[in-house]
T-cell receptor, first 113, second 117 residues
Framework: DGGITQSPKYLFRKEGQNVTLSCEQNLNHDAMYWYRQDPGQGLRLIYY???????QKGDIAEGYSVSREKKESFPLTVTSAQKNPTAFYLC????????????FGSGTRLTVV | AQTVTQSQPEMSVQEAETVTLSCTYDTSESDYYLFWYKQPPSRQMILVIRQEAYKQQNATENRFSVNFQKAAKSFSLKISDSQLGDAAMYFCAYRRPATSGTYKYIFGTGTRLKVLA
């Protein structure tokens, strides 16, 4: 079955370290997105990419970086510049020629220790 | 800038009863989409229902229906015959029209729904 796979499910990071969250989809979707979810704040957009080798900053891109070298993959790196990285991270994808139809992954919980 | 407000942090409903979750939004655009997403304990977001702003008819999906009041900028979700599996966090979301280019969602802060047996 097609879908989005996020790994790992839980991730622990020491302060000052960079960590990379994986997001892979086999839906042949063009666009991919990274959201951050904090209690009481809903979901906020970090980065998005509508085609390979191109990506755009979302509302809270500071301290994060992404790459889109393959259509299927959109990894998110949480850098040491992100001051408050503990959160739940959701990846989503969408076929560009459809008005709707986001598919979400099951998320990664990142905790700074 | 567009905003989405869910004023009920938590709601409870008895199994088999009906519950309505509220959502209001603010926008100056006339064409847009509205969505309700469900996030169960697995934390994967699942689309429940969507509404195109240009359609006057309220969307319905089985036990889920919306009351879309465009002039009042209100988009409530009604769940009929509530089931234990409906217990989840529910998010209201706004998406700008296709001409905006980004397809970015704006989410509300969520309403946690508890279903009592």
């Amino acid at each position: 079955d097609g879908g989005i796979t996020q790994s790992p499910k839980y991730l622990f990071r020491k302060e000052g370290q960079n960590v990379t969250l994986s997001c892979e989809q086999n839906l042949n979707h063009d666009a991919m997105y990274w959201y951050r979810q904090d209690p009481g704040q809903g979901l906020r957009l970090i980065y998005y990419s509508q085609i390979v080798n191109d990506f755009q900053k979302g509302d809270i891109a500071e301290g994060y970086s992404v790459s889109r070298e393959k259509k299927e993959s959109f990894p998110l790196t949480v850098t040491s510049a992100q001051k408050n990285p503990t959160a739940f991270y959701l990846c989503a994808s969408r076929k560009v020629d459809r008005a709707y139809g986001y598919t979400f992954g099951s998320g990664t919980r990142l905790t700074v220790v | 800038a567009q905003t989405v407000t869910q004023s009920q942090p938590e709601m409870s409903v008895q199994e088999a009863e009906t519950v309505t979750l509220s959502c209001t939004y603010d926008t100056s655009e006339s064409d847009y989409y509205l969505f309700w997403y469900k996030q169960p304990p697995s934390r994967q977001m699942i689309l429940v229902i969507r509404q195109e702003a240009y359609k006057q008819q309220n969307a319905t999906e089985n036990r889920f229906s919306v009351n879309f009041q465009k002039a009042a900028k209100s988009f409530s979700l009604k769940i009929s015959d509530s089931q234990l599996g409906d217990a989840a966090m529910y998010f209201c979301a706004y998406r700008r029209p296709a001409t905006s280019g980004t397809y970015k969602y704006i989410f509300g802060t969520g309403t946690r729904l508890k279903v009592l047996a």
